[in-house]
């Protein structure tokens, strides 16, 4: 063997031996991190809240089922993130592949939204019979497309300020005596809205592909939306004299600021100068009392604070001591829906009949190159999901759940609702929800599912 033989032969196995090394070390840490060996991840379990406390006679296992896990290794999202990320590409092929079952679920859903002509006198009087606890409509009931179409061409009779929360919001009463919530557009769909998870002005079009998720996950809880376009020149002559007090002219486009926490003048939206129209999203009122709760997951919105659930292992166990099952995967439920449209502003929440609500979902899908894994929180730091959830997620796989999504677009006036770029980050962030409840599941079997 000559020299320069002896030489390569030499760095082939010295870079082979690196591999190796590399490999097994970060197999090692993965393994060591997943099976929770970490001193401060080895707490026992905080015993069980009062609903089931007197179980005391069941079986060992029945009663931890209940029991809230520690989750992965707990508040550590960039950590948990990266685990994530090096597992997602050994993912079962189940969940890569499309999942044949969806076929039927999704005509369904087009039968359901269809826009169908409808008669002014009723069909607001049907929408408000449907809500019961947080399911806001049916599931299958092809009155929805009349209550959709409805809410698209319906005209509106009157105008008002409404001075609730932080951003621009106006009342609409529409012809059949129903007052309707309309957000205006701020961005083009192909604004990439830089910043935090919370940055930027609420995306109308959000709120429409909020409404349609939520039907295709079957979380029916939230608001009925369509996107539609107004002309703000009709109403201001609708307008009564608070709201005209906080239009104004930008050249011959006609503007609105009106009246919330940061409205201001110099902050006005307008009429598209080519269309003289405005786009938005218009909202049926859901009927009903609501009880409002700050979020066990609530950011501190201060530049380097972390919340307790930012930092502290365990956290979930707290949040379980405090709150009944049920509310808590609700909120898991919640995690995975804002994780999937990138809501990272879900500061409250609202429940009807103390079920919680999907209400305010206009901070999503802002930046589509992005996944602001720390949404997913509570799903990764309780390790438990409503056993419906994970097998309703399961039914769109394999690019089923973007498909769906964007037939359902087409029935809207404003469609595209949303770029391509949201549509792979949908599918991305997805393949994440998968991987984070199988490591859930390695961890702790099949107590994860409720």
């Given amino acids: 063997m000559t020299k320069r033989r002896r030489q390569l032969y030499v760095v082939v196995v010295f870079l082979l031996f690196l591999l190796l090394a590399i490999i097994f070390v970060a197999n090692f840490f993965f393994i060591n991190w997943l099976s929770g060996a970490a001193v401060d991840d080895r707490r026992p379990l905080p ?119 932080t951003q621009l919001k106006l009342l609409f009463d529409l012809a059949g005596k129903q007052t309707v919530l309309f957000k205006p557009s701020w961005y083009r769909r192909d604004t990439v809205i830089e910043g935090t998870v919370y940055s930027g002005k609420d995306r109308h079009n959000s709120e429409v592909v909020a409404f349609h998720l939520g039907a295709v996950l079957n979380l029916r809880w ?55 129209q405005l786009e938005g999203a218009l909202l049926l009122l859901v009927p009903g009392k609501f009880a409002k709760y700050r979020s066990p997951w609530q950011r501190t919105y201060r530049d ?22 049920d509310r808590l995967l609700d909120l898991v439920d919640v995690a995975i829906f804002d994780f999937l449209i990138q809501n990272g502003d879900r500061h409250h929440y609202e429940t009807r009949d103390d079920r919680i609500l999907l209400m305010d979902n206009g901070k999503g899908f802002g930046h589509p190159f992005k996944d602001h894994f720390d949404i997913l929180a509570p799903l990764y730091q309780c390790c438990m999901i409503r056993k419906t959830t994970w097998d309703r997620l399961q039914i769109f796989s394999g690019g089923a759940l973007t498909e769906t999504l964007q037939s359902l677009s087409e029935i809207d006036l404003l469609h595209p609702l949303l770029t391509k770029d949201h549509y792979y980050a949908i599918e991305r962030r997805l393949l994440l929800i998968y991987t984070t409840v199988e490591m859930c599941r390695e961890k702790y079997n099949s107590k994860i599912f409720k």
């Avoid at 520690?70 to 993130?81: C, F, P, Q, T, V």
């Avoid at 994530?84 to 092929?93: D, H, I, S, Y």
């Avoid at 079952?101 to 049907?126: C, D, E, H, M, Q």
């Avoid at 539609?228 to 109403?235: A, I, K, N, P, T």
Wanted: with cysteine.
């Fill in 47 to 165: 015993a069980p809240p009062p609903d089931v406390a007197h179980r005391k006679n069941d079986a060992i296992d029945d009663e931890q089922q209940h029991q809230p896990h520690e989750g992965l290794k707990a508040s550590r999202a960039d950590g948990i993130l990266g685990a994530v990320q090096f597992r997602v590409g050994k993912l079962k092929a189940v969940f890569r592949n499309r999942n044949p079952r969806y076929y039927p679920v999704k005509r369904g859903l087009l039968r359901s939204f269809s826009a169908k002509s409808y008669n002014i006198s009723t069909v607001w009087k049907t929408a408000g019979t449907w809500p019961t606890g947080n399911e806001i409509y049916p599931q299958k009931d092809e009155r929805l497309g009349k209550v959709i179409r409805a809410l698209q061409e319906a005209p509106i009779l009157s105008a008002r300020n409404t001075p609730r929360g």
């Fill in 222 to 276: 939230t608001p009925i939306v369509v996107g539609r376009r107004v002309s703000l020149q009709e109403v201001y002559r609708l307008a009564d004299d608070e709201l005209k007090a906080t239009m104004n002219k930008n050249d011959t486009r006609q503007c609105v600021y009106g009246k919330c926490h940061y409205c201001k003048p110099s902050e006005a939206v307008c009429d598209d100068p080519e269309t003289d």
């Fill in 304 to 325: 380097g604070v972390q919340a307790e659930w930012e930092r502290a292992d365990g956290y979930c166990g707290k949040v379980r001591e405090r709150l009944p099952l």
